[in-house]
């Protein structure tokens, strides 16, 4: 496998994006190849942790507006790059990634950091993986809130535009990051901001964990993730530890899927669900300093 490694100055003077880099060698699991991942942890140690964790194609930038509203609550907050974006390595090929090795890997970093006592915030693919991450090691877990994002089974035809999308991310020339993460928000992007996103991606060869998310989202019944997500899916549907759905009122992605998570999941009842208007898919720019509220709310209630 060959590893690509962002160059460090390449997130020197990020606009609003002043927090300590940390690195995790992640050890040999299988047939997984070690590989060094990058994390926030903000905040007193000795706090439970609030743990975000971003989609495609973004990474922890995505969450600077929420970050403070949670210190000032007085949270610790980790925030890691999925391996494949931010400071994180990256494997060179499409190849070398599949769902269960996230998965995987996100399961060898809670047990290098020994995150316990959890509150998760997952959007889009952070909810793919940290939803199997709650089904698979619960007990490293106190709740969690979802927030445009659900458990994709394959039992349900994607559509044609997903379809367009994956076919897109696979054979485009060049897989514009930052301009995907603007187009997928409420309100445009500064030029700074589109910048920052762009940044862990020097060039298009670092680009092979961006553009092979949406190959492995399951489509079909008989995807290799599709079974394991239909197990996480059995524990999910005996999740009593409180469960918060934070969808925005502008994603036409995962539009509806709140109303799964809240009609399946034990933990979802009599919770105080949230809508959120004015923001797109990736609301954590478009109200993200509500959305820390929110959260910061649901942690002090439960």
Same mark, same amino acid.
């Given at each position: 496998?060959?590893?690509? #490694?962002?160059?460090?100055?390449?997130?020197?003077? =990020?606009?609003?994006?002043?927090?300590?880099?940390?690195?995790?060698?992640?050890?040999?699991?299988?047939?997984?190849?070690?590989?060094?991942?990058?994390?926030?942890?903000?905040?007193?140690?000795?706090?439970?942790?609030?743990?975000?964790?971003?989609?495609?194609?973004?990474?922890?930038?995505?969450?600077?507006?929420?970050?403070?509203? =949670?210190?000032?609550?007085?949270? #610790?907050?980790?925030?890691?790059?999925?391996?494949?974006?931010?400071?994180?390595?990256?494997?060179?090929?499409?190849?070398?990634?599949?769902?269960?090795?996230?998965?995987?890997?996100?399961?060898?970093?809670?047990?290098?950091?020994?995150?316990?006592?959890?509150?998760?915030?997952?959007?889009?693919?952070?909810?793919?993986?940290?939803?199997?991450?709650?089904?698979?090691?619960?007990?490293?877990?106190?709740?969690?809130?979802?927030?445009?994002?659900?458990?994709?089974?394959?039992?349900?035809?994607?559509?044609?535009?997903?379809?367009?999308?994956?076919?897109?991310?696979?054979?485009?020339?060049?897989?514009?990051?930052?301009?995907?993460?603007?187009?997928?928000?409420?309100?445009?992007?500064?030029?700074?901001?589109?910048?920052?996103?762009?940044?862990?991606?020097?060039?298009?060869?670092?680009?092979?964990?961006?553009?092979?998310?949406?190959?492995?989202?399951?489509?079909?019944?008989?995807?290799?993730?599709?079974?394991?997500?239909?197990?996480?899916?059995?524990? =999910?549907?005996?999740?009593?530890?409180?469960?918060?759905?934070?969808?925005?009122?502008?994603?036409?992605?995962?539009?509806?899927?709140?109303?799964?998570?809240?009609?399946?999941?034990?933990?979802?009842?009599?919770?105080?669900?949230?809508?959120?208007?004015?923001?797109?898919?990736?609301?954590?720019?478009?109200?993200?300093?509500?959305?820390?509220?929110?959260?910061? #709310?649901?942690?002090?209630?439960?």
């Amino acid at each position: 496998m060959q590893v690509l #490694r962002t160059p460090e100055d390449r997130f020197d003077t =990020l606009p609003g994006f002043d927090f300590a880099p940390h690195y995790v060698e992640l050890g040999d699991r299988g047939s997984l190849q070690p590989l060094r991942l990058h994390y926030l942890d903000e905040g007193p140690r000795a706090a439970a942790p609030v743990l975000l964790l971003h989609g495609e194609p973004s990474w922890s930038y995505l969450y600077r507006k929420m970050i403070p509203v =949670l210190l000032d609550a007085g949270h #610790r907050v980790v925030a890691p790059d999925l391996i494949g974006f931010g400071r994180s390595d990256k494997p060179a090929s499409i190849a070398d990634y599949s769902y269960q090795g996230h998965v995987d890997w996100m399961s060898a970093f809670l047990e290098a950091v020994d995150l316990r006592g959890i509150t998760l915030c997952c959007q889009d693919w952070g909810g793919l993986i940290g939803l199997r991450l709650v089904a698979e090691h619960g007990g490293r877990f106190a709740r969690v809130l979802a927030a445009n994002t659900f458990l994709p089974t394959g039992d349900h035809d994607p559509g044609t535009a997903f379809r367009e999308w994956r076919e897109y991310a696979r054979s485009t020339p060049v897989f514009p990051v930052g301009q995907i993460v603007s187009r997928g928000c409420a309100k445009r992007l500064t030029e700074s901001e589109i910048a920052a996103y762009d940044a862990p991606f020097p060039d298009e060869s670092f680009k092979a964990g961006a553009r092979a998310f949406p190959l492995l989202v399951p489509t079909t019944p008989d995807d290799p993730a599709a079974e394991p997500n239909r197990q996480a899916w059995k524990s =999910l549907m005996q999740w009593e530890k409180p469960f918060l759905t934070a969808f925005s009122d502008q994603d036409p992605i995962t539009r509806g899927a709140d109303a799964v998570l809240q009609k399946l999941i034990p933990g979802a009842r009599k919770q105080a669900h949230r809508t959120l208007a004015g923001g797109g898919h990736f609301l954590q720019e478009d109200v993200g300093e509500e959305l820390a509220r929110v959260l910061a #709310r649901f942690i002090a209630d439960t």
